[in-house]
């Protein structure tokens, strides 16, 4: 069983990654441990957040422009939480 506390590295001046990220990724690191999934697959899934980030927001960007829409809303909301997923993913692993 992995110990949440000797995850937390004590040079990290990270404020945000102290106080959520570490608490979030941890429930997600022990799922993805049960589930087989090694720290590349965690990595590789939160650069794929990352990666799928970038033409929402671009979408975002179109509709918010053309057209003041809640889709567009929508899609900024979507970039956020993929690009958040993604960090999580990455402190995670």
């Known amino acids: 069983m992995l110990n949440y506390r000797k995850s937390i ?4 001046p990270a404020l945000i990654t ?5 608490r979030l990724a941890h429930p997600i690191a022990l ?3 049960a ?3 090694s720290a590349n697959a965690v990595t590789i899934l939160g650069g794929l957040c ?5 033409p929402v927001v671009v979408i975002a960007g179109y509709l918010s ?3 003041n829409t809640p ?3 929508l899609c900024w909301f979507l970039s956020g939480c993929l690009w958040n ?5 990455d402190v995670a692993d």
């Open 65 to 67: 422009a053309s057209q």
């Open 35 to 37: 589930c087989g999934l």
């Open 71 to 73: 889709a567009g809303l």
């Open 50 to 54: 990352w990666v799928l980030s970038t």
């Open 18 to 22: 102290n106080l959520f990220a570490r």
């Open 85 to 89: 997923l993604g960090y999580i993913l």
């Open 31 to 33: 799922a993805a441990h």
């Open 9 to 12: 590295k004590p040079e990290e």
